[in-house]
């Protein structure tokens, strides 16, 4: 097993990821890592913090996509940023994984056109993870990618959320909710509408019917779909939430489960190989959980059970 890391990106690279890996590392973690990046940079910290060169691999990248650079743009003039070496070693079969923190527009553009999209999907998509008040947790997408969606498109996503709540997040058949305004059939806008009907005749998921608001957090499903609009809406409000707990300086274990780096990062869903997004600001601790998410993904086959779903 062999996850990149785009040790250039994110506002606080390349000691951050760094000392991340140090956390992986003496959490035992046994994934051989390929670190993408500028070798002046990172051979003093990886000295500094003792990473054993038996466990890395250092790749050499000259340019850095910085966090406002035009994505598509980016990607085409810096074929030597971390970002782009990152990308061609997963298509090659260098590498079994990617993640980075850095420019989430080039990480998303080069998941989409480098990576092949799993066979039958229509549009990958990315998901969140929510803390559930009574300590479970929950998976929540579209939350960013697909601003705009089609009732077809949502009904993938609850394939796709079903299969990643049962292979990662260890859900057994996991129910699935339609956001809306309302529980009752018929209500919602045209999109949610046309997305009952098929939700409710796939057999592929557990359809528990539609979910308002108030049930984001309450565990009343496990996995929820909506376009990226809303979901992105409901992700960053999430944020809000450790946010202003910690300017309260509200000590509560619940709000604290809110720290976005105790899931690490976003994974696309729906392209062949694992894809991690981290957050600009992710530290240590991010990187740390976002090679554990990789390491998941990579174990349970993820994203081959989610293939067999389109493709039976």
Known sequence: MNIGIDMMGGDYAPLEAVKGIREYLDANGTARLT?????????????????????????????????????????????????SIGFHMLAKGSTDAFISAGNTGAMLVGALFSIKAVEGVIRPTISTLIPMQNGGTGLLLDVGLNADCKPEQLNQFAVMGSVYAQQVLGIDNPGVGLLNVGEEEGKGN??????????????????????????????????????????????????????????????????????????????????????????????ARAFRQMIGVAEKMIETKVLEEMGKKFTS
């Open 35 to 83: 670190l993408i990046g500028d070798e002046t940079a990172l051979k003093p910290l990886l000295e500094e913090y003792k990473i054993p060169a038996t466990a890395v691999v250092v790749v050499n990248s000259t340019q850095v996509i910085g966090m406002h650079e035009h994505p598509t743009k980016a990607l085409k003039e810096k074929p030597e940023s971390s970002i």
């Open 190 to 283: 045209l999109l949610a509408q046309a997305t009952y009907p098929l939700l409710k005749e796939n057999k592929d998921i557990n359809f528990i019917g539609n979910i308002e608001g108030r049930d984001v957090f309450q565990s009343k499903a496990d996995v929820m779909v909506c376009e990226g609009f809303t979901g992105n809406i409901i992700l960053k409000m999430a944020e809000s939430i450790y946010d202003i707990s910690r300017g309260q300086q509200i000590e509560n274990d619940y709000f604290n489960r809110f720290n976005f780096e105790n899931y690490g990062g976003t994974p696309v869903l729906g392209v062949a190989k694992p894809v991690i997004i981290g957050h600009g600001i992710s530290g």
